[in-house]
């Protein structure tokens, strides 16, 4: 049954104060808690408390055990007569056989938490939603030998030693919160300690707590961290509010992490790297979800969300803030980039599929299925297109305004627009769509000219596709920001200009402009959505050379790759020249960083092909690309040789300079790779043995893996033995053979699901096999439809352990619409086998069901 928005109502109690009481063992903790309630009304309702399997062992009220208590679905009702009681109840729990990993689980031997976002539940009974904010107080009892450090939100008030061999702590959390931050950790942890000094001048101690024998690997985090609250303060004003900050990392996660208060607990691939096994993503991507969690801090926790259809309103905003984070350690410009290539991997699908849904979504089954792409990165450019919008002295005020106004409440993203409005002095009452209609809207572009008399006219006009549950929409406001270029001169013709397009069609016209024009739209991607324009394939060569705007010049690339595969696909045969002629002028010109070089030149992905034609075509989509590498490694075969010359490096290096030039070096070895040189192997093998680094190793890996080179298996041998045991480079090793774009990619896959070190239990191995494979196009896409059988008989064998994680690894199955009769109808037999399995849980079930329509 589904919960709608539109049915919320304020809680019928407040729970000011919760005293929990843990006696922590694997088998069978005891819960104690004892919540103080209040009644928030005059009303006679009974309280209402969430549960989730457990049966309550007592029930008291006040002191006195009770007996009228009543168990309804999955919630406790108890009868009070008064306005102020306290309400006690015990429960056992078994956090070793919870492979759930929703609420207090084991993970590494150690135990640790996760209530987001309705996991409270299932550790104690709560009214387990986010506008009831209490303060905590925790105690935890457990083996002093098995789990030395006990760790909960807030401050440490007292610990202390039983004769048992048990030792106890006390912790104190201030700050009234909503139960779905609440978090403990119990196990034997090693500290990499810290202090950072806030504007204020509080000095607060923070540690990473990770297994012993990772310590040196938590250097880069700790930095990242004091990064994060020294630009949090700089650039928003916040400053953080708690004596501790803790951050503890944990093998088995759901996802990336959480921003518990004062603990948040990581997926440790988010936390450790040397390297010896990270790439330079993985550093960039520890950092950046370092600095979201910590920006939770006040976006999210000192303010959190009034219901879950509010989730944007912390998740798009956090985003948000970590990708302006991220771009001012680096390239602002190619963080920008990545950014929209992922969106347009993630997002764009989404909204273009079944599962589509607004940023303030309606109605949820599971509402952890709505922790998706929409919510977290189209949620982020909402954010954006107001920052923009406003101007950053204007956006500081409103979010000034926002943090000051709703401090120590649970907002709604409206609360959230209305500061902007209100601070920004705008009217964004048409803005307020981009909450609540889905889809991605398609905006046509055409300028005229009239040679003689100096004036252009840019044609405009806005689309937004139908999606499930919202047939018409309505036109939307849409930022554009614009800049005309000299076709002659290649000269700017006029400054930028924002265009705010609110209409369905709109024309706006330029005045004196003097040589033909060029048109540069949505620089800096200003908007997401997709522009179709009547640029030719010799504007977009133009743009890609002497746009002034990084994006926009990387997106002329992009737009030029993008149209040469898609005739290509369809005609079967690729006309190459313009690209090679494009690609050959941007690696020649000067100014540019390589990390930009490295990211212009590569070609779009498949599935980025597949998503602009009307039927996939996965092996013709894979001709041409393919050809078209080739093509550019063989016209240009002399560049990358130089490039992978002179880029190589001396002795590794952590550096913006020194990751773009790695970036780009293996961005040459790719090409050489397509090119076909009889030497690209040993090229490839060479690297892989002499890297001192991943990011040279994996890249090299990566290149033999897609090889019919002899070098191939050894790699993967060599590779494997020498991380075995570690589990977060054993995932590359399976990711990387699940991206191969050989012909056997499927056939490899699953044998890997047989292999040993294959587990569906840890989420980031079931990730690395099964969500690679899926983004696989041509493998996954297997015309004899063993890809989507296999998908299909893992995710069933998974929901039974974890279904989140499973419901995660679905979508790719609900593109069936998008492929030829033949694969469509092996598509949705597969989705009809995974409805029809008994017992299935509603994760699964919702995103299976709404995929088959
Ligand atoms: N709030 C966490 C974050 O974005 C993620 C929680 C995800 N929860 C879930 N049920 N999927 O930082
Ligand atoms: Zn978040």
Redesign the pocket.
Known sequence: TAIRREDYSPPAWEVPQIALDFALDPADTRVRAALTVTRSSPHDMPLVLDGAGQMPLSVKVDGVAVNDWRIEGEQLVVPLTGDHHVVETEVSIAPESNTQL?GLYASGGNLCT?C??EGFRRITWFPDRPDVLSVYRVRMTADRRRYPVLLANGDPVASGENDDGTHWAEWHDPFPKPSYLFALVAGDLAVNASTFTTMSGREVRLGIWVRAADLAKTDHALHALKLSMAWDERVYGREYDLDVFNIVAVDDF??????NKGLNIFNSRYILADPDTATDYDYDAVAAVVA??YF?NWS?NRITCRDWFQLSL??GF?VYRDQCFSADQGSAAVKRIEDVRGLRASQFPEDSGPLAHPVRPESYIE??NF?TATI?NKGAELIRMMATMLGPVRFRAATDLYFDRFDGTAATCEDFVACMEEAGGIDLSQFRLWYSQAGTPRVSAGLSHEPGGGRAELRLAQHVPATPGQSVKQPMLLPLKVRLFGAETGRPLTDERLILLDQVAETITFESVTERPVLSINRGFSAPIVVESDRTAEDLAFLSAHDDDPFARYEAMQQLMLDTLVAGTIHGEVKGQAVIDAVTRTLEAEGLELAFLAEAVLLPSENFIGDQLVTVDPDAIHAARETLRTQLGRALLPTWRRLYAELAQGRYVYSPEAKGRRRLRNVALGYIAASGAEDAAALAFAQFEAADNMTDRQAALTTLVSSDAPEREDALAHFHARYAGNGLVLDKWFQTQALSSRSDTGAVVERLAQHPDFTLANPNRARALLGAFGVNQRAFNAADGSGYRFLAEQLIALDRLNP?TAAKLLPPLGRWRRFDAKRSGLMRAELVRIVETPGLSKDLFEQASKSLD
């Open positions: 929703m996760q987001e976002a759901n996802f990336g992490a959480m921003e979201h969690e939770h999210g912390k998740e956090t509402i952890s922790y977290y989140q």
